[in-house]
């Protein structure tokens, strides 16, 4: 079946280190990737998405291209803040039509400390 | 704030015993979502509606879980029966279906503990 596995946590990084968070997953079909990030005591929220191979999504300065031979989505931030500390869900859609049924990897816990 | 809210936060529970629970989607929203976490997993999809139309249910939803939609605006989702296996957070999300990828808005969930 369709999944998504992601790097365990937590992570911990200094501020202003770079981060990566590892993604991959697999299907049957060519899927939309997304990252949501849910801060502590908060709903999850859309950070970025990408619909198609190659496509980049991009928000608050995290990156994440969708690498359709590596079937990857690794999250990415040149410099970390301490705002940044959540937990990171990466998840896919299969169907156009229905993009809010989604398949979610596990979480990473980011850590970032002054 | 005019987010997705779920209501009660927080519901402890004796096994056996049933429980409901609300969500408000965001108003001019006609999809809405529920899922269901466990500690240390990511959310696992339970159903969805489009308006008050209960589109699909996962296998995960037994029969003891019902969810309704009752005039396409808020929703409720009742567990019958309580199991400790029902113990997790409940996740409404909602989104404005207009037949592209969907960026769904999620409420801060209703914790529930099966005593």
């Known amino acids: 079946g369709n999944s998504v596995t992601q790097m365990e946590g937590p992570v911990t990084l200094s501020e202003e280190a770079f981060l990566t968070i590892n993604c991959t997953y697999t299907?049957?079909?060519?899927?939309?990737l997304f990252w949501y990030v849910q801060y502590p005591g908060e709903g999850l929220q859309l950070l970025l998405k990408a619909t198609k191979a190659d496509d980049k999504g991009s928000n608050k300065g995290f990156e994440a291209t969708y690498r359709k031979e590596t079937t990857s989505f690794h999250l990415e931030k040149g410099s970390v803040q301490v705002s940044d500390s959540a937990v990171y869900f990466c998840?896919?859609?299969?169907?156009?039509?229905?993009?809010?049924?989604?398949?979610f990897g596990q979480g990473t816990e980011l850590s970032v400390k002054p | 704030d005019t987010g997705v809210s779920q209501d009660p936060r927080h519901k402890i529970t004796k096994r056996g015993q049933n429980v409901t629970f609300r969500c408000d989607p965001i108003s001019e929203h006609n999809r809405l979502y529920w899922y269901r976490q466990t500690l240390g997993q990511g959310p696992e999809f339970l159903t969805y509606f489009q308006n008050e139309a209960q589109l699909e249910k996962s296998r995960l939803l037994s029969d003891r879980f019902s969810a309704e939609r009752p005039k396409g605006s808020f929703s409720t989702l009742e567990i019958q029966r309580t199991e400790q296996g029902d113990s997790a957070m409940y996740l409404c999300?909602?989104?404005?279906?207009?037949?592209?990828?969907?960026?769904?808005?999620f409420g801060s969930g209703t914790q529930l503990s099966v005593l």
């Open positions: 998840a896919l859609t299969m169907l156009y039509n229905q993009g809010g049924k989604l398949i």
């Open positions: 299907a049957t079909g060519y899927p939309s």
């Open positions: 999300a909602s989104s404005s279906y207009r037949g592209r990828v969907e960026k769904l808005f």
